[in-house]
């Protein structure tokens, strides 16, 4: 879904957020695969 409306959206953003968007993402997922992440990490 996030990445579809990323797509969506003009290139014309930072790449910085781009970065860090990317990266964020990619954190939530290792952590959903390896359930090692609780819900406090979210808060």
């Given at each position: 879904?996030?990445?579809?409306?990323?797509?969506?959206?003009?290139?014309?953003?930072?790449?910085?957020?781009?970065?860090?968007?990317?990266?964020?993402?990619?954190?939530?997922?290792?952590?959903?695969?390896?359930?090692?992440?609780t819900e406090t990490?979210?808060?």
């Amino acid at each position: 879904m996030w990445i579809e409306s990323a797509n969506i959206r003009p290139t014309k953003l930072p790449s910085a957020v781009n970065v860090t968007f990317l990266y964020f993402y990619t954190t939530i997922l290792v952590c959903i695969f390896r359930s090692f992440c609780t819900e406090t990490t979210f808060l």
